[in-house]
T-cell receptor, first 117, second 116 residues
Framework: DGGITQSPKYLFRKEGQNVTLSCEQN?????MYWYRQDPGQGLRLIYY???????QKGDIAEGYSVSREKKESFPLTVTSAQKNPTAFYLC????????????????FGEGSRLTVL | AQSVTQPDIHITVSEGASLELRCNYS??????LFWYVQSPGQGLQLLLK??????LVQGIKGFEAEFKRSQSSFNLRKPSVHWSDAAEYFC??????????????FGRGTQLTVWP
């Protein structure tokens, strides 16, 4: 079955450490996204990528980095510069039908919960 | 700037009662509108979407939503709530042009509790 796989589901990190969250999709979708979710704040966009080897900052990119070397993969690194990294992280993807713009309809993974000790 | 407001942080209803979750948006162009649902510790699942055409859209699990351009609203409704509907619901707005190409803006969510 096609879908989006995020790993690990739970991750613990010590302060000062970088950590990388994996996101893989086999939906053949063009665009991929990383959102951060905190209680009562909804989803906030960290980074997004519409094509391979290209990505754009979202609203809260500071302290995060991404890469898009393959269409199916969009890993997120939470660096030590991120002041408050404890959160639930969601990866998503969307398709761009030929000759059309993005529809904006997102397909989500099941999330990764990062806790800084 | 684009934004989405969900005025109700938490709603409690009895099983079998009707439900309406409110959503207001701010967007300069014709929006694409979405409702997503999230169970605890899970990702988001699309309930329904509005791109154009009929302003009353039907979704999964018996949900529907009505787009009212004059009120900048896209409220979610269900005639009879089931206990399994307890979850968090997110409204989102997006478009396929300009600087916001491909991205969605989400509201802060409404937590739904269902009493037996």
């Amino acid at each position: 079955d096609g879908g989006i796989t995020q790993s690990p589901k739970y991750l613990f990190r010590k302060e000062g450490q970088n950590v990388t969250l994996s996101c893989e999709q086999n939906l053949n979708h063009d665009a991929m996204y990383w959102y951060r979710q905190d209680p009562g704040q909804g989803l906030r966009l960290i980074y997004y990528s519409q094509i391979v080897n290209d990505f754009q900052k979202g609203d809260i990119a500071e302290g995060y980095s991404v890469s898009r070397e393959k269409k199916e993969s969009f890993p997120l690194t939470v660096t030590s510069a991120q002041k408050n990294p404890t959160a639930f992280y969601l990866c998503a993807s969307s398709i761009r039908p030929p000759g059309q713009g993005f529809t904006g309809e997102l397909f989500f993974g099941e999330g990764s919960r990062l806790t800084v000790l | 700037a684009q934004s989405v407001t969900q005025p109700d942080i938490h709603i409690t209803v009895s099983e079998g009662a009707s439900l309406e979750l409110r959503c207001n948006y701010s967007y300069g162009a014709t929006p694409y509108l979405f409702w997503y649902v999230q169970s605890p510790g899970q990702g988001l699942q699309l309930l329904l979407k509005y791109f154009s055409g009929d302003t009353l859209v039907q979704g999964i699990k018996g949900f529907e939503a009505e787009f009212k351009r004059s009120q900048s609203s896209f409220n979610l409704r269900k005639p009879s709530v089931h206990w399994s509907d307890a979850a968090e619901y997110f409204c989102a707005v997006g478009a396929d042009r300009g600087s916001t190409l491909g991205r969605l803006y989400f509201g802060r969510g409404t937590q739904l509790t269902v009493w037996p």
